[in-house]
């Protein structure tokens, strides 16, 4: 599943972790560090405090997030590129865009409330962070590929 490479990985969902280093590895690349944060209202680290570490991290030069609607964890991570705190590539992916808001997803934070936390709140501020926003998992791994070989 795991394989040393240039990619680091921060995930919500614990299995979709695995199968991202997975796709990762599969396509030639691999991973430096991989971190599942869990989609709970409170966590031990955020996508927004790990941006920068791996910022710091010379073996680094891309990250993907594998995020899920509920929270406002991707729309925080969005805010730390604009910022200019983390300035590497990042592939990422959404998971829940095509629920009902209201509806719940998988765990119990997904709950969209408010107009946060949304899909599309979440793709939009990544997108306006200049991110890589994927439509579908599968496409992660050829977006990375593509961004540090291309």
């Given at each position: 599943?795991?394989?040393?490479g240039?990619v680091g990985?921060i995930?919500r969902?614990?299995g979709?972790?695995t199968?991202?280093?997975?796709?990762?590895t599969?396509?030639?690349l691999?991973?430096?560090?991989a971190?599942?944060?869990?989609?709970?209202p409170?966590?031990?680290?955020?996508?927004?405090?790990?941006l920068?570490?791996?910022?710091?991290?010379?073996?680094t030069?891309?990250v993907v997030i594998f995020?899920?609607?509920g929270t406002?964890?991707?729309?925080?991570?969005?805010?730390v590129?604009?910022?200019?705190?983390?300035?590497k590539?990042v592939?990422a992916?959404v998971?829940?865009r095509s629920?009902p808001a209201?509806?719940?997803?998988?765990?119990?934070?997904?709950i969209?409330?408010?107009?946060r936390?949304?899909?599309?709140?979440?793709?939009?501020?990544?997108?306006?962070?200049?991110?890589h926003?994927?439509d579908?998992?599968?496409?992660?791994a050829?977006?990375v590929?593509r961004?540090l070989?291309?």
């Amino acid at each position: 599943m795991f394989k040393l490479g240039p990619v680091g990985l921060i995930s919500r969902s614990g299995g979709q972790t695995t199968t991202a280093a997975w796709s990762i590895t599969q396509s030639g690349l691999g991973i430096t560090t991989a971190i599942h944060v869990g989609s709970e209202p409170v966590v031990g680290s955020t996508f927004a405090e790990l941006l920068p570490l791996f910022q710091d991290d010379t073996e680094t030069r891309a990250v993907v997030i594998f995020g899920e609607i509920g929270t406002v964890a991707e729309e925080e991570a969005a805010e730390v590129i604009k910022q200019g705190r983390f300035n590497k590539p990042v592939v990422a992916y959404v998971a829940g865009r095509s629920l009902p808001a209201g509806m719940r997803f998988s765990h119990a934070s997904a709950i969209i409330e408010r107009g946060r936390g949304t899909a599309e709140s979440k793709v939009k501020a990544l997108e306006e962070a200049n991110a890589h926003v994927v439509d579908r998992p599968q496409e992660i791994a050829a977006r990375v590929v593509r961004i540090l070989k291309g």
